[in-house]
């Protein structure tokens, strides 16, 4: 939850947040204050926050790594609409490295939405060959790695690749992730409509929105639709948090700019990047 917090909060106001505010917002979510500051220490720990003691305060921001991580994930969370990807897909044939290496560069490409189709290749509909190419580079495997995009053609290999695609890629487990977050989110979407959250409410729920969603479309491989169920309902999920954020965004503004410190770091107002997301809101 600290991540969802310093993504979508405290980079869009300075990219700073006083400890403390973290604790009561946290504390909100049941969790101590006493979890929070162990939680933010490993953060610090493993490259994901900087800090800075201003007097007795500690401060905290993304590093440049967390900064880049984020970003990466941000193009996906607050996209103006779901991606739909072609039709050709991206093999990793990973055979040429040897295990220590792989082994790291496995889990990269399992979090990018590759996945095993035989040892030592991976498969991707579409990936990002500009990530994929930043994370062969990261791992200093450029020589290694043989990247090949292929397309299926014929009827009946559509239909084969779209039943290994259900099975790889567990698609059952993520339409029900999609229904579910719809089942919780629409009917507080219904009551955001009549402007009945106060703006500490409009904060928190804005928070979980984005915590829930974000934990759901970063297993999601952006399929194209050919390849999923009809009617597949991340579709509708993304419409639902696309149109739910725009009536939290002011709101929750209010309450961060009363509440939340801003005397040594970060900015009152919200950068202009804020309301570039989904598309464009309305200041």
Same mark, same amino acid.
């Given at each position: ?78 996209? +103006? *609409?779901?991606?739909?990807? =072609? ?5 990793? !044939?990973?055979? $040429? @490295? ?93 009551? +955001? *409509?009549?402007?009945?959250? =106060? ?5 928190? !729920?804005?928070? $979980? @929105? ?74």
């Amino acid at each position: 939850m600290i991540v969802t917090i310093m993504g979508d909060v405290v980079s869009q106001h300075g990219g700073w947040v006083w400890l403390g505010d973290l604790v009561r917002t946290l504390q909100y979510f049941l969790l101590p204050g006493g979890s929070t500051r162990v939680a933010a220490y490993r953060l610090v720990k493993h490259d994901w926050m900087n800090v800075r003691k201003v007097g007795r305060c500690n401060y905290y921001s993304f590093t440049d790594t967390a900064m880049k991580h984020y970003e990466k994930a941000e193009k996906r969370i607050y996209a +103006a *609409q779901r991606i739909v990807q =072609s039709d050709n897909w991206t093999l990793a !044939i990973l055979n $040429l @490295l040897p295990d220590a290496k792989k082994n790291m560069l496995q889990k990269n490409l399992l979090w990018e939405g590759f996945h095993p189709l035989a040892s030592g290749i991976y498969a991707h509909p579409s990936s990002d060959r500009a990530s994929l190419d930043a994370i062969i580079r990261e791992h200093q495997v450029v020589d290694d790695v043989v990247v090949l995009s292929v397309r299926v053609e014929d009827v009946d290999s559509l239909i084969a690749i779209k039943k290994l695609v259900a099975q790889r890629w567990g698609l059952y487990h993520l339409e029900k992730s999609y229904t579910n977050f719809i089942n919780i989110y629409h009917p507080v979407y219904r009551r +955001a *409509q009549k402007k009945l959250f =106060s703006p500490a409410a409009s904060f928190y !729920i804005r928070l $979980l @929105l984005i915590h829930s969603y974000r934990c759901i479309v970063l297993r999601d491989p952006d399929f194209p639709e050919e390849m999923l169920p009809a009617n597949w309902v991340g579709y509708r999920a993304h419409d639902l948090i696309k149109n739910l954020y725009q009536l939290l965004a002011t709101p929750s503004i209010a309450y961060i700019t009363e509440n939340f410190d801003y005397t040594s770091h970060c900015k009152v107002r919200v950068n202009e990047h804020f309301y570039r997301r989904f598309g464009g809101m309305h200041a």
